[in-house]
């Protein structure tokens, strides 16, 4: 089970549209101003208040209204398939760069030199 504690912030579902609210941070005096819903304007009642009364504020059946998905949450197009590729270069048609030929280099004479190093301890373990 995981020891994590998260401290959400109070919240309430707006009567007009159903969209959930985050409500002000307590402590809650008597002039602080209410919840407005960002969707639809409307006042959203607040359980935390003397006075709420839940009967008055909780419909029989609450709206739930679909939004849209915005377009950064749309699940994105499959790749196109790659182009086919063109028949490799012959070797004599190749072209290489100097930094390219010295790496190259460098990783031939890197094997050629690891190569003497175990035969050189070969030599002087027998």
């Known amino acids: 089970m995981s020891t994590n504690r998260y401290n959400l912030p109070p919240s309430a579902t707006c009567p007009g549209c159903g969209a959930i609210v985050v409500l002000p941070k307590e402590p809650l005096f008597a002039d602080t101003p209410p919840a407005i819903c960002g969707d639809c304007g409307v006042e959203v009642p607040d359980y ?4 709420y009364d839940s009967a008055v504020h909780q419909p029989p059946h609450a709206p ?3 939004r849209a998905v915005p377009p950064h949450f749309v699940t994105p197009a499959p790749p196109k398939p790659a182009p086919p590729r063109a028949a490799p270069t012959p070797i ?4 290489y760069s100097r930094g390219n030929l010295f790496r190259s280099i460098g990783g031939i004479i890197a094997e050629r030199g690891a190569e003497a190093v175990e035969s050189a301890k070969d030599k002087i373990g027998s």
């Open 48 to 51: 935390r208040r003397e006075t």
């Open 92 to 95: 004599e048609e190749r072209r």
């Open 64 to 66: 739930i209204r679909l």
